[in-house]
Nanobody
């Protein structure tokens, strides 16, 4: 059974940093493209960042470029999202997602597996 478990969310002041982690079990992690998405209250789930299965390629939403960094450790079956210079508009539930693919995927419907999410709240 596939499980993705996010951690690392919390409350932080604007300008602060957080590091999210997503541990994966039940799948061949090194064969999976991974993504981070977020969903704020009353809004649709939106793409944040994605990384290829080797980690060589990454892709970001324009709104987070230069502030958020996605990375992965295939030996630990874990993908990370380093979040710096956080803004109140980054407040949302953050989800990681996985799909066995060589591609970088940016649409929620393209992913097969999802975590339960972790809350990030940025105060002004």
């Amino acid at each position: 059974q596939v499980q993705l478990v996010e951690s690392g969310g919390g409350l932080v002041q604007a300008g602060g940093s957080l590091r999210l982690s997503c541990g994966a079990t039940g799948l061949t992690f090194s064969r999976c493209g991974m993504g981070w998405f977020r969903q704020a209250p009353g809004k649709e789930r939106e793409f944040v960042a994605a990384i290829s299965r080797s980690g060589a390629r990454t892709y970001y939403a324009d709104s987070v470029k230069g502030r958020l960094t996605i990375s992965r450790d295939n030996a630990k079956n874990t993908v990370y999202l380093q979040m710096n210079s956080l803004k109140p508009e980054d407040t949302a539930v953050y989800y990681c997602a996985a799909r066995e693919t060589i591609m970088i995927l940016t649409t929620p419907s393209e992913y097969d597996y999802w975590g339960q999410g972790t809350q990030v709240t940025v105060s002004s």
